[in-house]
Each structure stands twice: as structure tokens, then as C-alpha cells.
């Protein structure tokens, strides 16, 4: 059975860094696509940032060059710096075992967590 479990969300000040982690031990070998997506309220879901088990990364532009995300054995991390109020949403780690073209942010991955709330508020 498929579970992933996110942790790490909280409030910071704009300018500021969280980390989030998601344990999923069922990705840990094979062919897989892992990701983080994101939904404000009001707003549709949009993929952050994926990683395939092949290495390859995404980045959406909103967040390039200040997220940074990585897998290590069984558990997917986003490192997240210089924080803006725009980052503000609930934050769900995802996955399923398909890689290359099939992972992208627009990916449809069957596997969820149950989201983790990041706030960048003053």
C-alpha cells in the first residue's frame, strides 16, 4: 500500500526558509516520478517542482533558482529559500511509477499526501 506522509509547513516572514518532507518508502526503487505541487485558495493546483528516478528535474520559473528539490532514499525533500507571500499555499508531495516524459509538473500522479500548509506572512 502506496503512502505518503508530508511534514514541514509552517509560518515564516517573507525572506524566510522551510523545508518540506515527504516519507514514501515505496519509491525507493524502479522507475518512479516524485514531485511537490501547491494550491492557494482560490487558485488551481500547479506543480513546483518533480524528480524522476533517472535524476531529471523540473522547476516551475515562479520558484527556480530559490526551491531546490531532492530524494534520498526513501524521502523526498523541498528546500525552500528567500520565501514570498506568493508561496503561500497548502503544499502535497506526490508520485507514481512513471518517469521521463511522463513526469513533468503537469504530470497527473496517482499517489497523494494529505498536503502541508505553508504561510510567508510579515
Known amino acids: 500500500q502506496v503512502h505518503l506522509a508530508e511534514s514541514g509547513g509552517g509560518s515564516v516572514q517573507p525572506g524566510g526558509s522551510l523545508t518540506l518532507h515527504c516519507a514514501a518508502s515505496s519509491f525507493t526503487y524502479g522507475r518512479y516520478c516524485m514531485g511537490w505541487f501547491r494550491q492557494a485558495p482560490g487558485l488551481r493546483r500547479e506543480g513546483v517542482a518533480v524528480?524522476?528516478?533517472?535524476?531529471e528535474i523540473f522547476y516551475a520559473p515562479s520558484v527556480r533558482g530559490r526551491f531546490t528539490i531532492s530524494k534520498d532514499g526513501g524521502n523526498l525533500y523541498l528546500q525552500m529559500n528567500s520565501l514570498k507571500s506568493e508561496d503561500t499555499a497548502m503544499y502535497y508531495c506526490?508520485?507514481?511509477?512513471?518517469?521521463?516524459?511522463?513526469?513533468?509538473?503537469?504530470?497527473?500522479?496517482?499517489?497523494w499526501g494529505q498536503g502541508t500548509q505553508v504561510t510567508v506572512s510579515t
Open positions: 524528480i524522476d528516478s533517472d535524476g
Open positions: 506526490a508520485a507514481d511509477y512513471v518517469s521521463g516524459s511522463w513526469c513533468s509538473l503537469g504530470a497527473s500522479l496517482e499517489y
